[in-house]
C-alpha cells in the first residue's frame, strides 16, 4: 500500500520509518533541498550555524523517549553534552551573597540544591520542595506508556493505566506552578529575580524547566554533538535505508480528494501523484486551510489559534556570528540585562540578551573559532513575512540595522568581537516561514501557556475525511522533538490499526 508523506521534517522521516518498517511504501516529498525542517543548521564559510537545537528529551536511558529514539537511531553513537549549567542569568537589581550578578541553573540537582540553598538558607523548604518535585519526575515509571496509543487500548488494557493516575495528579498539580508564582514565595530577592527571569521574564509553567532539568541530571536530555544536520541526516539514512524516497524541492499545493477521501497529491508544478494514503507531516495550518481548502473541520478546529484557546508558540529572530576568536570561562549560555532596550523593528522590545556560545561543539567551528548566535523570540512574526513580501530591500535594512545593534550590545558585553567576526547569517520569522511552512514562523507548534490544555487539539485525522493521516509538533502543545517521534510513532500505529497491517517496530 502507498503513503505519500507531506515533509521531510523530524517527524516525517519518523513516520516514513515507522512506517517502512510495517510494510508501506512511502515516498516523502519535501518542499526544500534537504530534509530536517526547523531542525537544521546550515554551512556559512567554515562555520555552521545552528537553527537553535540545544537539547534532545530522551538522549540517554533514563528518560522513556530514550525507546522511542532507539527504535530509528544508534544512539549509543550519538556523542552528547550535558552542560554544567542549563542557562546563566545576569540579574539587574540583585546579587547573590558573594556579590556576583549572575544565577546558575546547574543541572546536577545536588549542586543545584547546594547552591541555592547557600544562597538563601531561609528559603529551604522552598528550594526542598522544588528539588523533590524534580526527583518525583526522575522516580517516575512510564516507558510502557510512552509506545501506546490511547485510542487504540482496549478497556482492559486502559484498566491497567490506571497505576499512572498518580502520574498525572502529580504533573497536574505541578503544571499549576509558574515561575512567578514560585518567585512570589521565595525571600532571597536575588533568587526571586532569577526565577521571574526564567523565561526572560514571561510567566510560564514552571515545569518547562524543571522537567528537563530532572532529565539533565540523569543525562538524558543533551546536545547530540554536530548539531541538528547530523542529528537529522542520521534518521534521513535510516528512512532510506528502510527503503524509503525523499522527493527533494517538491511542494505540495494540494492534498487530492475525491469522494471526501484523499487520493494523491498535486505539486506546485502541476504534477499528481496518486496515492491510498496521504499523510501531512508539515504545517498543521497550511494542511487544514490550504492544502485541503479548509473544508474538513469542525468547530474545535475553527477555535484553534484565536489568542484565548492556544496561543501559538514564538517565532525567533537570530543573529549568527562566526568569530575569530575563542571564549573561554565564559558562559554557554547568558542572558543578561541591557542598558538600554533593544527595540526589534517588530515592535518587540527587549530588556536582555540572550547569547549562545556554541564553543563547546567542535564540529561547528574551526579551533580557536567560535559560533556565537543571540536569538529574539517574537510573538509578531506577520511583520517580518509581510515585510519580506512587499518591500525585500526594506525587510533587508531592517533585519541587518537590527543585527548591527544586537552586535554593538555583544561588543559592550564581551569586548573584542566586531574585529574578529569573519561570518554573519540572520534568520528572521521569515526565513523559518519561508523555508519550512509553519504558521506564524512558529518554533514548536503550540505554547503551552496557563492556557495549556490536557487533550492535544490536533486529531491524527480531520472529521469526514478518509485515508487522510497527520502528525508533528503541532499535535501536543510545546511541540519539540519528542512530540514529533511520539506523534510519528502514534499516527503509523493508527494507520497500521485502520488497514489491518502488524505495526513494524514491535516486531523488531
Ligand atoms: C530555534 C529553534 C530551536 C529549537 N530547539 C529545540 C530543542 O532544543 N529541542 C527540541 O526538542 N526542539 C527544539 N525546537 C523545536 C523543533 O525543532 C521542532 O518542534 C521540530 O523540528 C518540528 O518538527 P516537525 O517535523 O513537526 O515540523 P517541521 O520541522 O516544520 O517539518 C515540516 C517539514 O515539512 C516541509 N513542508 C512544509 N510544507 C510543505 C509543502 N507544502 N510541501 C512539501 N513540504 C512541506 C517543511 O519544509 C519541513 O521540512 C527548536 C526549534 C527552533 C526553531
Redesign the pocket.
Known sequence: MDIRI?????????AGCYLQMSGFKTV?????AS??????SWKKGSYTF????????GSGPANPFYNLWTELLDMKSIPFVTHESRMDIEVSDNADPTGDKVFHLYTNLNKLSDYLRGISPEDKPQIDKLLRSMRQIQRFEIPPMIKKVPKLLPLKEKIKYIRYLPLLWFLNKLKKETNFSFASKLKSPFLREAFELLFDGEELPLMIVTMPLAYNDLNAAG?PVGG?TRFVNRLKEKYLSLGGQIRYN????KIRVQNNRASG?L??DGEEITSDIVL????WH??VF??LDGKYVNKTILGLGKEEKLKV?Y??F?VSLGINRSFEDESHFLRFPLDKDLVSPDGTSYPRLEAHIYDYDPTLAPSDKTVVSV?FYTLNAAFWIKLRKTDKAGYDFAKTRFAEEVIEALEKKYGRIKEFIEEVDI?TPAT?FR????WKG????WLPGKNLIEQSPVEFTLPGLKNFYY?????IPG??????IK??RDVSQIICKDTGQKFGADQH
Open positions: 507531506i515533509g521531510a521534517g523530524v517527524s516525517g522521516l519518523s516523502i516529498f519535501e518542499r526544500h530534509p530536517g525542517g526547523l531542525c537544521t545552528e537553527s537553535g537545537f540545544q537539547w534532545l528529551l546536545y541538528a517538491s511542494p505540495v499545493n497529491l505539486l506546485e501531512s507531516a508539515a504545517d497550511y494542511t490550504d492544502a508558540y517565532s525567533l537570530i536569538s534568520a523559518f523555508y519550512t511552512n509553519n512558529s518554533a514548536q507548534g502528525s508533528g509538533h503541532w499535535s511541540g519539540g522533538l519528542p512530540v514529533t506523534s510519528a
